[in-house]
C-alpha cells in the first residue's frame, strides 16, 4: 500500500481532472491499512493534495484508524440506531420479497422473515444465505432447521458447570452467527449470570477477544478461547 501511495496515487493526485473539478480518492476498508506506516504517510498525503482531491475513507472499526486522519475528516456513523432497525428491516424485507418473485422462486414468508431477523444487519449475509437455500428453486419451512437462534442458556450452563466438551459443541452450532454479535450478546447476559466481582474481568476478556475477532484467521478458536478464559476466571451464579 506504501508503494501504491507513493506512486499511482501521487501521480492520480498531482494532475488536475479533465473538467476542472475536484478528483475523490476513495480509500476502501482503510481500517486495515498499516497504522505505524501507511495511516502517518496517509495523513501527510491528503494535506498536500487537500487543494486538488478530497478522500473518503471507509471501515468497519473506526477505532483502529489512527486518531490524526479521525481529526482531518468528517466522521459519519452508519450503525442504525433502536428506532430505526424495525423500519429498515421491514424494507428490507420487502426487498428480498422481490428480489425472489423475479427469479421466480417460491418462498415461505415466515421463513424469509427469520432468515433477515437473524442476521440483520449483514444484509450481504441475508442474501448469500438465500441464495444458498434457493438452489432447488423453493424456500420453505425445512429451512428453518438451519436457522437458529442462539441459545445463551446452554451456553452459560456450560460455563458454569465447567464443561468444556458441551462448551465446544455450541459454538460449532453458532459460529456460523455474526463474531461482533455473540460477543454482544454474551456481554449483555453477564449482568444476570456472573458474581458482580468477576465481571470487570469478564468484560476485559469480551473485549479483548471481541477485537482480536476482526481479523483472525479462525473465528471457531478464538471464541473457544475467549469462552475458556471466561469459564477458568468468572464464578457463575
Not at 442462539?150 to 463474531?179: G, H, T, Y
Not at 469480551?206 to 469462552?227: G, P, R
Amino acid at each position: 500500500m506504501i508503494d501504491t501511495l507513493r506512486t499511482k496515487l501521487t501521480q492520480f493526485c498531482s494532475t488536475i481532472s479533465l473538467s476542472g473539478s475536484r478528483k475523490v480518492v476513495i480509500i476502501d476498508e482503510a481500517d486495515y491499512m498499516n497504522a505505524d506506516s501507511v495511516q502517518p504517510a496517509m495523513r501527510n498525503f491528503t494535506e498536500r493534495f487537500a487543494d486538488n482531491c478530497s478522500f473518503i475513507f471507509t471501515c468497519n472499526y473506526k477505532n483502529r484508524i489512527i486518531e490524526p486522519i479521525h481529526s482531518r475528516c468528517a466522521v459519519i456513523d452508519f450503525s442504525l440506531k433502536n428506532g430505526e432497525k424495525q423500519v429498515i428491516a421491514a424494507r428490507f424485507m420487502k426487498r428480498v420479497e422481490g428480489i425472489l418473485t423475479d427469479e421466480s422462486i417460491d418462498y415461505d414468508k415466515e421463513v424469509i422473515a427469520k432468515l433477515v431477523l437473524k442476521h440483520f444487519p449483514d444484509f450481504r449475509r441475508v442474501l448469500n444465505e438465500l441464495q444458498r437455500y434457493s438452489t432447488s428453486g423453493e424456500i420453505n419451512s425445512g429451512v428453518l432447521a438451519n436457522i437458529k437462534e442462539m441459545n445463551l442458556k446452554e451456553l452459560i450452563d456450560s460455563l458454569r458447570e465447567k464443561n468444556f466438551s458441551k462448551m465446544r459443541q455450541w459454538v460449532v452450532a453458532n459460529v456460523d452467527n455474526d463474531p461482533a454479535t455473540v460477543y454482544r450478546k454474551i456481554y449483555d447476559e453477564l449482568y444476570n449470570v456472573v458474581d458482580k466481582g468477576s465481571i470487570p474481568q469478564a468484560v476485559l476478556t469480551i473485549a479483548e477477544y471481541q477485537y482480536k475477532s476482526a481479523f483472525v484467521a479462525d473465528q471457531e478458536i478464538n471464541l473457544v478461547a475467549c469462552l475458556v478464559e471466561l469459564m477458568a476466571e468468572c464464578e457463575f451464579v
